[in-house]
Nanobody
Framework: QVQLVESGGGLVQAGGSLRLSCAASGTILGFKSMGWFRQPPEKTRELVASITEGGDTNYGDSVKGRFTISRDNAKDTVYLQMNSLKPEDTAVYYC????????????WGQGTQVTVSS
């Protein structure tokens, strides 16, 4: 059974940095893509960043130039380096992983809270 375990969330002042990690286990197939969504209080979940196994990246408009996503395919781990954090980045951050297998739903982590104080 695939499991995603996130770490690295916490409280930081505006302008600061945090690094999130998400380690996947339970498969030898790897993942077509991995990434992060976030859900601010009382708002819908939104894409933060994604990365394919080949390294192609995609970012949400609000984080471009501030956040960097990377992954270690050998470890099935994805990282999110968040710099120049703003109060509006406050949210629960969820890691996801897309299977190579057709018809299989994406896997999700339990979420990690990021709070940016002004």
């Amino acid at each position: 059974q695939v499991q995603l375990v996130e770490s690295g969330g916490g409280l930081v002042q505006a302008g600061g940095s945090l690094r999130l990690s998400c380690a996947a286990s339970g498969t030898i197939l790897g993942f077509k893509s991995m990434g992060w969504f976030r859900q601010p209080p009382e708002k819908t979940r939104e894409l933060v960043a994604s990365i394919t196994e080949g390294g192609d990246t995609n970012y949400g408009d609000s984080v471009k130039g501030r956040f960097t996503i990377s992954r270690d395919n050998a470890k099935d781990t994805v990282y999110l380096q968040m710099n120049s954090l703003k109060p509006e980045d406050t949210a629960v951050y969820y890691c996801y992983a897309e299977s190579w297998r057709l018809g299989v739903d994406d896997y999700w982590g339990q979420g990690t809270q990021v709070t940016v104080s002004s």
